[in-house]
């Protein structure tokens, strides 16, 4: 059995990893209360009272755990990661798993040290039941060759909930590194793309003057020998929506196309993860709230059997360079 533990409780995508572990068998060891968000271990201490609250050098320290997991402030989070792996654990950890340069060098050079897996969970495919469907259809070649994927990532900014770091671009890496990686992630996935290139990008502060260092939108064009991709970005979500953010993506294909509509069908259907298939053959929309996650499962047995089949390193790794590049060479617009 996998024993895992949390180390880093700053995003509430930990809720996520630990969930997702427990249900691919794992067993919580436990984790370290240390965060910049109280509310969030509030809610890990009502969600799993039988955890223990342990030190964090403690939990790096014990060889009976195999697992740490992060989601800490994003500039920590490599940090983080490297001490894990030099203690003989795996990692899992939040999107941004780096925020530099220097940092992915680092990881790099720590993963083939120590031979440890060095996994980013992008919960916007990998927790997402229409995203794992679609990556099933476009596997089965239902839409035939994929040529461009168009995602964009809308989010609610629910601002009285957020801490001092989430409005610094060295703490949380820039709106691309920080939330743009998930779509740079399906680009690649979808695709089928082991590398890309950054053709443009963009980032703007359009409604928050009172943080001029903050970036509540970003955009960026993409391509690879196999497609191209545009990605867009942003902290606009009206309060009237029912849900953090309406996140789509679209996927095209020689032979037809796939939209999913993966948190809401606005004026539409009841629910979450909507898939809308167009082809020769039919047009039809696809309820995929009973599709199974499949990256815990993966992970889980990756780290048994030093196998990469949840996700390879070399797409880790190249989802972290391309959207520091992205976001290195980023045009501002907007506001300044």
């Known amino acids: 059995m996998l024993r895992f533990a949390v180390v880093g409780i700053d995003h509430g995508h930990t809720f996520d990893h630990v969930k997702g572990l427990l249900a691919a068998g794992g067993e919580f060891v436990g984790y370290c209360p240390q965060t910049s968000v109280p509310a969030l271990r509030e809610g890990f201490e009502k969600t799993y009272p039988d955890a223990p609250q342990i030190e964090r050098e403690?939990?790096?320290?014990?060889?009976?755990?195999?697992?740490?997991?992060?989601?800490?402030?994003?500039?920590d989070r490599a940090g983080l990661a490297i001490r894990a792996m030099r203690s003989g654990k795996d990692v899992m950890t939040d999107k941004p798993g780096v925020t530099t340069f220097a940092q992915l060098e680092e990881v790099k050079r720590t993963v083939a040290e120590t031979g440890k897996i060095f996994s980013i969970c992008f919960s916007e495919r990998h927790c997402v039941r229409s995203a794992v469907k679609a990556g099933k259809l476009v596997a089965e070649g239902a839409i035939g060759k994929v040529i461009q994927t168009l995602g964009?990532?809308?989010?609610?900014?629910?601002?009285?909930?957020?801490?001092d770091w989430f409005f610094d671009p060295e703490a949380f890496g820039g709106i691309i590194v920080d939330i743009a990686s998930h779509q740079v992630d399906q680009f690649l996935f979808y695709t089928g793309s082991t590398t890309g290139e950054v053709i443009a990008s963009s980032i703007g502060n359009f409604g928050m003057p009172d943080k001029p260092a903050f970036e509540d939108f970003g955009e960026v064009l993409l391509r690879s020998d196999k497609a191209a991709g545009y990605v867009r970005v942003d902290w606009f979500t009206p309060e009237a929506l029912p849900t953090w953010g309406d996140g789509r993506l679209t996927i095209l294909g020689t032979e037809g196309y796939i939209e999913l509509r993966k948190y809401i069908d606005i004026a539409g259907r009841p629910g979450k993860d909507h898939l809308f298939l167009v082809n020769g053959k039919e047009m039809t929309h696809i309820d995929c709230s009973g599709e199974k996650l499949d990256y815990f499962d993966a992970f889980t047995a990756d780290v048994g059997n030093r196998t990469q089949t949840a996700m390879t390193q070399d797409h880790v790794f190249e989802v972290c360079r391309l959207s520091l590049e992205a976001q290195a060479k980023a045009a501002r617009i907007g506001a300044r």
Do not use: E, M, N
């Open 58 to 75: 403690k939990l790096f320290d014990d060889p009976s755990i195999d697992v740490i997991c992060i989601s800490a402030i994003p500039r």
């Open 152 to 163: 964009v990532g809308p989010h609610r900014l629910q601002l009285p909930t957020r801490p």
